[in-house]
């Protein structure tokens, strides 16, 4: 069964930047359409990229213009690179695919703060 990897996450200063990583081993990956996701404290988990199996790619209206998702399906590996961090991007973020297909991994841990 495929249980997403996620890593990358950490503390960084407003405006920083970071890259996750997601590794999902045991699917045909480049057949996929990956997302990423956050869930902040007492918050319900949101949808923050999508990238289509196609090459298209889709950010929600909160971090447009300051993230990119990125895919290597050659490494079944899942990228999201942050710019221009804000303490509002705090959350763990995880990856799936956009119908919800894997169970949930670990998520990796942002953390935006001075």
């Known amino acids: 069964q495929v249980k997403p990897v996620e890593s990358g996450g950490g503390l960084v200063h407003p405006g920083g930047s970071l890259r996750l990583s997601c590794v999902a081993s045991?699917?045909?990956?480049?057949?996929?359409?990956m997302a990423w996701y956050r869930q902040a404290p007492g918050q319900e988990r949101e949808w923050v990229a999508i990238s289509m199996n196609y090459g298209e790619t889709f950010y929600s209206d909160s971090v447009q213009g300051r993230f990119a998702i990125s895919r290597d399906n050659d490494k079944n590996t899942l990228y999201l690179h942050m710019d221009n961090l804000k303490s509002e991007d705090t959350a763990a973020y995880y990856c799936n695919t956009k119908e919800y297909t894997f169970p949930w991994g670990q998520g990796t841990q942002v953390t935006v703060s001075s």
């Open positions: 045991g699917t045909i990956f480049r057949f996929e359409n």
